[in-house]
């Protein structure tokens, strides 16, 4: 499969629209970036292996992360 290309962590934001500035929650969230990428690549790897269509395996996905629910969202 093709590495892809690394690119800088986001700008974390919090709610209203300032950053993130605890470099532990920082580093947190980039981890947490990394490793569901690894399984994205993984998955995608696996279903191509298998003969499946990439489009279609990168829709599922896209489909499973909008369809997440917000944990503690509070409503406006």
Do not use: F, Y
């Not at 981890?31 to 990428?37: C, P």
């Not at 399984?39 to 279609?56: T, W, Y």
């Amino acid at each position: 499969m093709n590495a892809r290309i690394p690119q800088a962590p986001p700008v974390w934001r919090q709610s209203d629209g300032k950053p993130v500035s605890c470099l532990e929650k920082i580093k947190v969230l980039n981890q947490n970036i990394r490793e569901i990428e690894g399984l994205c690549a993984d998955a995608l790897e696996d279903g191509v292996l298998m003969g499946c269509d990439a489009q279609q395996i990168k829709a599922a996905l896209h489909e499973l992360i909008d369809g997440l629910a917000v944990p503690h969202a509070t409503e406006k």
